[in-house]
T-cell receptor
């Protein structure tokens, strides 16, 4: 049981390049989300999904796209990287069960630098 | 709108001291969940506790304890007899019930705790 797997762990991009941060979970969780962590800012929600085929914007969605074609995968796409997107990105998954709100599981993070 | 405030940006203590990390939250929902996460220098997020809004009982887990007070919208975290391994950034977070199936975690900005030997 791997939990939430994020790849890559580290990435350096040049301004204007595109890339996809991968996130996969093997817990059959309905909900998946992406957060970014910047110094002194805590974690802020980028996009989230409540199930396959359904996505929505969070607090800081600009410059990012997501899709959810399967329950397991929730990739985050940077179409044209900017230095302001230098951050640590966390993927999380959770489920809505009898004890709602319990199942938050975070990946180990992707440290992205845009030069 | 939901908001979580961790007013203490950094705290430094000497080993064996007790330390309390403050968390104040804002929400209009009557049902919500509060969380604490630990982020050690290695960077991963470690789940510490979840508390729902209907359960105001204090929780103790070893050297960790949590004080939830709805009257003051606070969910404070105390480490008793701190150790060097407790050095980390600690985040308080809030989550409301799904609205039309959505859910989101709102995080505070974190408190960096340094425990010196």
């Amino acid at each position: 049981n791997a939990g939430v797997t994020q790849t890559p762990k580290f990435q350096v991009l040049k301004t204007g390049q595109s890339m996809t941060l991968q996130c996969a979970q093997d817990m059959n969780h309905e909900y998946m989300s992406w957060y970014r962590q910047d110094p002194g800012m805590g974690l802020r929600l980028i996009h989230y999904s409540v199930g396959a085929g359904i996505t929505d914007q969070g607090e800081v969605p600009n410059g990012y796209n997501v899709s959810r074609s399967t329950t397991e995968d929730f990739p985050l796409r940077l179409l044209s990287a900017a230095p302001s997107q230098t951050s640590v990105y966390f993927c999380a998954s959770s489920y809505q069960g009898p004890t709602w709100g319990y199942g938050y599981t975070f990946g180990s993070g992707t440290r992205l630098t845009v030069v | 709108a939901q908001k979580v405030t961790q007013a203490q940006t950094e705290i430094s203590v000497v080993e064996k001291e007790d330390v309390t990390l403050d968390c104040v939250y804002e929400t209009r929902d009557t049902t919500y969940y509060l969380f604490w996460y630990k982020q050690p220098p290695s960077g991963e997020l470690v789940f510490l506790i979840r508390r729902n809004s209907f359960d105001e009982q204090n929780e103790i887990s070893g050297r960790y304890s949590w004080n939830f007070q709805k009257s003051t919208s606070s969910f404070n975290f105390t480490i008793t007899a701190s150790q060097v391994v407790d050095s980390a950034v600690y985040f308080c977070a809030l989550s409301d019930l799904p609205q039309g199936g959505s859910e989101k975690l709102v995080f505070g900005k974190g408190t960096k705790l340094t425990v010196n030997p």
